[in-house]
């Protein structure tokens, strides 16, 4: 007789995607050309907006988040998010340059205003406040986008829309907010030329600790990155594919 | 899921030598945007294709967590700054006490499994 498997109690984590329809439409705006300078600069954003992400997997698969060693303990063996993997989903190395270091995590408004090249007055007032969290909302933002595109600024449409993506895909901390802290890594990574992978495998983490440490229910960080990596791993096609996101479109 | 059914070697990936631990840490401290914590690629080795040669060490996976507005939270970060200017990638890795050579992996984790336990009902191997 087989006896009843001791469990280990689940936790109440949902993984919760953002709608990106709005986005996707402006990411299709530009050209090939254009998405080729954006992707140098910023990576694999566009890659991973297209991505339709599965939560329920991300869901199921958070149940084995070991907290102490930082691990997926599964029956026989273990899976580790590592930086390597990061960097080649999001294409961003980290070669030669220094990770995001938290420095200056209130970017005055001046140097956004300057990169969003909105009036300081302007951005004063388009800031809001969302749980005690101060940022944009996705809608401020969209609708601006769209201004710039049919001003045909696509210099800085794409620097708008790697914040938006920041925020909205990436380090998404309330819903419908693209808040401080991706605001922050976002100007780190433009004027100091901070690479953001470490930061984003941190948040992941981070995200995960939350749930199990103090008993958070949301996971909306990085989801993108979290699922092309688990998919990588344990998804079934793509023999040959050259990058991980391939593997999957 | 077993580990069978896992790809270890994805045909995208790169043998990477990978970032083992840096500075004066045991393992790789992140920076996030809401704390630090670290990471354990001592358990990802066999992910990018090395052999396992032994189970990590308890020391080997010290934790690090600090959210940022807690006491210690700006000298941990100060740390970790400094730390990243001295990467060691694996094969660079020479430290004796990371590794028990004398337990085998495969053993460890199945008496990891006993402590944490699993979510869902294990599959017969």
């Known amino acids: 007789m087989i006896s009843k498997e001791d469990l280990k109690t689940k936790l109440p984590i949902k993984a919760r995607e953002n709608n990106l329809v709005g986005i996707r439409a402006l990411g299709q705006k530009l050209r090939a050309v254009q998405r080729n300078s954006f992707k140098k600069k910023y990576g694999n954003l566009l890659g991973l ?76 007032s388009a800031l809001v406040n969302k749980k005690g969290v101060r940022g944009f909302t996705p809608k401020f933002l969209e609708s601006y986008l769209h201004q710039l595109a049919d001003q045909e600024n696509w210099e800085t449409f794409m620097d708008v829309l790697a914040l938006t993506l920041y925020g909205i895909m990436l380090f998404r901390n309330v819903e419908d907010l693209v808040d401080y802290s991706a605001i922050d890594v976002f100007i780190a990574s433009k004027n100091r030329v901070e690479n953001p992978v470490p930061a984003i495998l941190a948040d992941v983490y981070i995200a995960l600790q939350l749930c199990y440490d103090m008993g958070k229910r949301k996971l909306m960080c990085c989801l993108p990155v979290f699922y092309i990596w688990l998919l990588s791993r344990i998804g079934e096609k793509g023999i040959s594919a050259q990058c991980p996101i391939e593997e999957i479109m | 899921m077993t580990q069978e059914k896992i790809k270890w070697h994805p045909s995208w990936q790169q043998k990477a030598s990978i970032i083992y631990y840096y500075g004066n840490y045991l393992n790789v401290p992140l920076i996030g945007t809401k704390g630090c914590v670290n990471y354990n690629p001592i358990l990802a080795q066999r992910q990018f294709g090395y052999p396992i040669r032994g189970s990590p060490t308890t020391v080997s996976l010290t934790t690090l967590l600090a959210y940022y507005g807690e006491e210690d939270a700006t000298e941990t970060l100060r740390h970790i700054r400094s730390a990243w200017k001295r990467v060691i990638r694996m094969e660079m890795d ?19 499994v006993n402590q944490v336990k699993l979510p869902f009902r294990r599959i017969p191997t």
């Open chain 1, 49 to 124: 907006l297209d991505i339709e992400v599965q939560t329920s997997l991300i869901t199921a698969f958070a149940q084995y988040y070991d907290p102490l060693v930082r691990a997926f303990t599964f029956q026989d063996f273990q899976l580790v998010p590592t930086i390597e993997e990061f960097e080649q989903i999001l294409d961003l190395p980290l070669e030669g340059k220094s990770p995001y270091k938290y420095i200056d995590h209130h970017a005055s408004v001046s140097t956004l205003s300057w990169i969003m090249k909105i009036h300081p007055r302007e951005l004063e």
């Open chain 2, 94 to 112: 020479s430290r004796a006490w990371g590794i028990d050579r004398d337990t085998p992996y495969h053993q460890w984790v199945i008496k990891r």
